[in-house]
């Protein structure tokens, strides 16, 4: 048994060596193709469905915020679910969350999602929101936020919980 443990320990090493020998070598075979290991964000993308550039021109295009103004991501977009992402923003001064919520139906049509698939909540301070959206149905009709989860015993889990 500790036999079998102490190989483990001794070929990882090896192990990881070769992977990085194999990526070399599959690079000098073939400059033109994508490397085996791609780590790059898809969320950090220009067409990601939502991330600062996206949000951001929506808010534009409906006169939310001006042309010269500029959204602040706080940390990166992340995946809540498997086709839910969550992105923290920083508004600027002629924007807040009621002028958001009041139009959250076009907001949704402009992501092109219904609008319980979005959801629009108070960040830590004023200026800050976090938005949250899911993109594409798998097998239910309906998805609601996070904010919305409510466990078997019936207590509310989330932003929303009381």
Same mark, same amino acid.
């Given at each position: ?6 190989a ?7 192990m ?21 290991? $791609? ?9 990601a ?7 951001? #021109? ?15 991501l ?51 301070? #004023? ?29 509310? $889990?989330?932003?929303?919980? #009381?």
């Amino acid at each position: 048994m500790w036999g079998l443990v102490l190989a483990g320990v001794v070929l990882l090493p090896a192990m990881a060596a070769l992977v990085g020998y194999g990526n070399r070598e599959h690079a000098r075979r073939h400059p033109d193709l994508l490397p085996v290991m $791609h780590l790059d964000s898809a969320t950090l993308a220009t067409d990601a469905p939502l991330g600062k550039d996206s949000f951001e #021109s929506a808010l534009k295009r409906m006169g939310l915020i001006k042309e010269s103004s500029e959204i602040q991501l706080v940390g990166l977009p992340r995946a809540v679910a498997i086709n839910a992402v969550e992105i923290v923003v920083e508004l600027p001064d002629e924007c807040n969350l009621a002028k958001l919520l009041d139009k959250k139906d076009k907001i949704a049509q402009a992501f092109r999602v219904r609008p319980e698939w979005l959801d629009i909540r108070d960040g830590e301070h #004023s200026a800050q929101v976090v938005v949250w959206i899911w993109r594409t149905p798998t097998r239910s009709a309906s998805r609601s936020s996070p904010r919305w989860l409510t466990s078997r015993y019936g207590r509310t $889990h989330g932003a929303g919980a #009381s």
